[in-house]
Each structure stands twice: as C-alpha cells, then as structure tokens.
C-alpha cells in the first residue's frame, strides 16, 4: 500500500512538531521551615525539548507575594544566596532547582505552608510563556541528593 503524499510528509515532520519550544515543568516541591521563619525555597525540575535555550524569568507561588530565583555560590567556604535575573534552559536539558543550587526564594508569605499541603505554581519564561503545576510541601527533598552533587 502506497501512502498519499500528503500523509507521508505529515508522518516525517510531526515529531518535530510534537517536540514544541514549550519547557515541561515537573517535581515541584516547597521546603516547610517552622513557622517562624519569614521565607523559604521551592524547587522543580524544567526540561527544555525544544531547540532553542528557553530563559527561566522568574515564577508565582500561591500564599507567596514575591518570587526570586536565587543561586547558591560557595563564597570563601561558606555558601550563599545570589538573585539571578534568569536561568538559561539549554536545548534538550532538564535543569533541576534543588537544595544546594538554584531554587526560588519565597517572600512575604502568608503562612509558612505546612508538610501535606499543596500550592498551586506557575514558572515564567521569556516571551510571555507560562507552565503552572501544583507544587507539595514537604520538609525535606523526597530523594536528598545533596551530599553527591556536582560542583
Ligand atoms: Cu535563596
């Protein structure tokens, strides 16, 4: 059987049509510190499978009034905190904001979000694109990879 042309050409470019400029957002999570606390991290994992690099600008996290994305730098042996304006995504690569690097920092919250609850969060990229998901609350990373993380 002979397959019409049209049919034929739709078969050879549809993959390339399926794998979309759009970043896939998963495994978001935010980190419950006690009450107390002012601020806190949430963390996800963004995969680019497009063919261009896709900036990370910046995101909005239910219950939280200001979203940064910070890095984490080792400065003179102690780590610390910087803003980055925004995080490139290479073409075909999951970048993953986890403990010990990149994560959001939550600011003015109205309550320290506890273990068990979910928030709903939405990542912004460059050029007015959005993926929301709903992100959990947990006290620590559900796999703690931290202790054999690249440098
Ligand atoms: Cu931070």
Redesign the pocket.
């Known amino acids: 059987m002979l397959l019409p042309r049209s049919l034929l050409f739709f078969l050879l470019v549809s993959p390339s049509l399926l794998a979309s400029a759009e970043p896939a957002v998963s495994g978001a999570w935010i980190r419950a510190l006690p009450p107390t606390q002012p ?1 806190t ?1 949430a963390y996800v994992a963004v995969t680019n499978n497009g063919t261009q690099a896709i900036n990370l600008v910046g995101a909005r996290v239910e219950g939280a009034g200001r979203v ?1 994305i ?1 890095t ?1 730098l080792e400065v003179d042996g102690l780590m610390r ?1 910087q803003q980055l304006p925004e995080l490139p995504i290479p073409p075909g690569q999951t970048v993953s904001l986890e403990p010990g690097g990149s ?1 959001f ?1 939550l600011f003015e919250l109205e309550a320290m979000p506890q273990p068990g609850e979910s928030r709903q969060m939405c990542l912004l990229f460059e050029g007015a694109v959005e993926q929301c998901l709903t992100a959990v609350v947990r006290k620590t990373a559900a796999t703690d990879h931290s202790h054999h993380q690249h440098h």
Do not use: G, I
Request: charged share 10%; aromatic share 0%.
């Open positions: 601020v991290a940064e910070h984490t905190m994560h920092m």
